[in-house]
């Protein structure tokens, strides 16, 4: 017997202003990569239309078959301060769904294809 999910309470208000200022866009993954020496970390290149950034993201054992996400559309912030992580620097933040309450996570993925870059909100 599987026990039902129960949504964490909703975090505190923040303004309009601080929302906005978070950069959600979207971007196609063109690579995947392992990170040498971590476990979970991949290294994702993503294009946003007018560039591409170099993402980590740690899912490595969330999927049998990482070649997958080559193609996949989904959100990224791409505004975050640049963060080091197992040697490697990464220019962005991979969105995805499930992952803060501990289940297997899910992309946020377009209905439809828009163009690279394309913002969120």
Partial sequence: MSTA?????????VSFAAFESIDIRLGTIAAVEAVAGSKKLIKL?????????????GMNEERANLA???GVQTLFVVNLEPKRMAGEISEGM???VGSSDGLVPALTIPKRRLPDGTRAG
């Fill in 68 to 70: 997958e996400l080559v």
């Fill in 94 to 96: 991979l969105l995805d």
């Fill in 45 to 57: 290149t993503v294009s946003f239309g007018d560039h591409t950034r170099r993402i980590l993201a």
């Fill in 5 to 13: 999910f129960v949504p964490d309470p909703v975090k505190p208000p």
